[in-house]
């Protein structure tokens, strides 16, 4: 490995932890710090390296041993980092140990590996004073099952985001994706080196790690933060979202359930009715849903509610004067869709008749996606070609104008 290279990454790592642990704008506070720690152990690792290729007589020592057995905090921290971007209201708690256990062990097998006790002449150790082993070959597997576990919580986050917000581009944490995908390309060299050695792979190793450190740089120093909700809406939603696993309590989100009509991609609340063969835990009672369906047609189609950019699930829970938890319920029970596609059904229509009309002379599309309650052109051409099947220029000129 390039030894320039391998300081060059460590030095990288030590700065970029210190920035995510000291985070400049104090976001996602929790979740940045353990990061932090993911990167820190990634520079320790570097070191490691460094001191095997230039101080071939240092492995043997204490110090030594004591950096490797660190590189085992490596999937752990990343995992409880993703854990808290994904949750507002995490908490670290006693089962979260379990994934130190690794940790533990390697310095069990290291450090008491090299005792020659045996009784009845059976080693207590046969590992022959030398466990890198599990450095080299059981951490990267380690790694790529965390990795797969990281990613399924991403992917978890990104459906649930659309539970309390119509416009997640901010908050969906693609750049985390990303940088799972990058790190998924510097495992798959790791388990090269363990067990293949390609040469190529592993000559361009050292230039994966650089990508992948200035990748999270710039992501980590532009990030959003993810809940900035008001603090006493916070633990309700995380409610909300836990509740989301568990559907024999709750109809899960944006799914036909019982008394719910079919989705409609205009964000039409259709006439609500009782369904007494419903066999699941109701939120409201049905007069209750009932009254409150007409309250919040009258608030999107009156008061056109869905026209402010910064609209949020919590917003349209105190317009109603219920709790966050009831509102999701009220949307899914009365449309059959979750919060995201509610509000830009409603917004798509709203876009639909200003490129009809004579607006379109006076506004370009990122003019017509803010008139119609979005805050970002991505978001409003993604959602208007998926609910409409055309890109808003394409659907302008083939609409007559009004």
């Known amino acids: 490995m390039n030894l320039y290279l391998t300081s060059f990454i460590s030095g990288a790592g030590f700065l970029l932890a210190f920035l995510l642990f000291f985070h400049p704008l104090q976001q996602n506070v929790k979740a940045n710090r353990w990061l932090g720690v993911f990167v820190l152990v990634i520079s320790i690792a570097f070191i490691s390296t460094y001191i095997t290729k230039t101080q071939a007589s240092a492995v043997s020592t204490i110090p030594f041993k004591l950096l490797m057995s660190v590189q085992f905090l490596l999937a752990p921290a990343l995992l409880i980092s993703i854990l808290y971007f994904v949750n507002p209201a995490k908490s670290f708690k006693s089962t979260n140990l379990i994934h130190f256990l690794p940790f533990l062990i390697y310095i ?18 046969s590992f022959n004073q030398n466990v890198s082993f599990l450095v080299r070959d059981i951490l990267p597997i380690q790694t790529l099952f965390y990795l797969i576990a990281c990613y399924t919580m991403l992917v978890k986050h990104q459906a649930n985001m659309k539970l309390i917000a119509a416009d997640i581009n901010q908050i969906s944490l693609n750049w985390l994706v990303q940088f799972l995908f990058i790190l998924f390309i510097t495992v798959l060299a790791w388990l090269n080196d363990a067990f293949f050695e390609f040469p190529v792979l592993t000559e361009t190793t050292p230039y994966i790690y650089t990508i992948a450190i200035f990748f999270l740089a710039y992501f980590s120093i532009k990030q959003k933060s993810i809940f900035s909700f008001r603090e006493k809406d916070i633990s309700a939603i995380a409610a909300l979202l836990k509740q989301e696993e568990y559907p024999f309590i709750q109809p899960q989100q944006g799914k036909k359930t019982g008394n719910t009509a079919a989705a409609k991609p205009s964000g039409e609340i259709p006439p609500f009715q009782a369904d007494p063969k419903r066999n ?25 509610l869905y026209l402010d950019n ?71 051409n993604t959602t208007f070609k998926k609910m409409v099947g055309l890109s808003p220029t394409e659907y302008s000129k083939k609409r007559p104008q009004q």
């Open 280 to 304: 699941k835990v109701q939120r409201l009672d049905p007069d209750r849903l009932a009254s409150l369906s007409v309250q919040l047609k009258s608030l999107m189609e009156i008061e056109k």
């Open 310 to 380: 910064e609209l949020n699930l919590p917003a349209v829970a105190d317009k109603l004067g219920i709790s966050i938890h009831d509102t999701s319920f009220l949307i899914n029970e009365t449309t059959g869709q979750n919060f995201y596609n509610f509000i830009n059904g409603y917004r798509i229509e709203e876009a639909k008749k200003l490129l009809s009309s004579s607006k379109i002379s006076e506004l370009n599309i990122l003019g017509i996606a803010f008139a119609a309650g979005f805050n970002s052109k991505t978001t409003f």
């Open 108 to 125: 069990l097998a290291e450090f008491m590996g090299s005792r020659t006790d045996s009784i009845a002449g059976f080693s207590l150790f």
